[in-house]
């Protein structure tokens, strides 16, 4: 069955960084374009990033635009969110999705397969 295992969440300091990986197992990753969400505690899920199958497309939501940066490797089945300048309103769960090709999507109701989700928690 398809899985998605996200990984590298923490606590840090605000102003640190934390890389996020996600593996992915069970489908033809790179036929697949990927997202990044997060969801704090009484707020709706949100979008952050999300990646072409090949990784030529990218988007970022505003809120971490300039410092979050989504990469992929296809051939190791991996996705990552590379997080910079962590701010205490980055804290979240933190999740990996998958989305069949085509329109790059913000929409979760899009994505077809989700991780678990890591905890990212930024202390102030």
């Known amino acids: 069955q398809v899985q998605l295992v996200e990984s590298g969440g923490g606590l840090v300091q605000a102003g640190g960084s934390l890389r996020l990986s996600c593996a992915a197992s069970?489908?033809?990753?790179?036929?697949?374009?990927m997202g990044w969400f997060r969801q704090a505690p009484g707020k709706e899920r949100e979008f952050i990033t999300t990646?072409?199958?090949?990784?030529?497309?990218?988007s970022y939501a505003d809120s971490v635009r300039g410092r979050f940066t989504i990469s992929r490797d296809n051939a190791k089945n991996m996705l990552y969110l590379q997080m910079n300048s962590l701010k205490p309103e980055d804290t979240a769960v933190y999740y990996c999705?998958?989305?069949?090709?085509?329109?790059?999507?913000?929409?979760?109701?899009?994505?077809?397969?989700w991780g678990q989700g890591t905890q990212v928690t930024v202390s102030s």
């Open positions: 999705a998958a989305q069949q090709p085509g329109v790059l999507s913000t929409r979760p109701e899009t994505y077809t397969y």
């Open positions: 990646i072409s199958w090949n990784g030529g497309r990218t």
């Open positions: 069970g489908l033809t990753f790179s036929s697949y374009n």
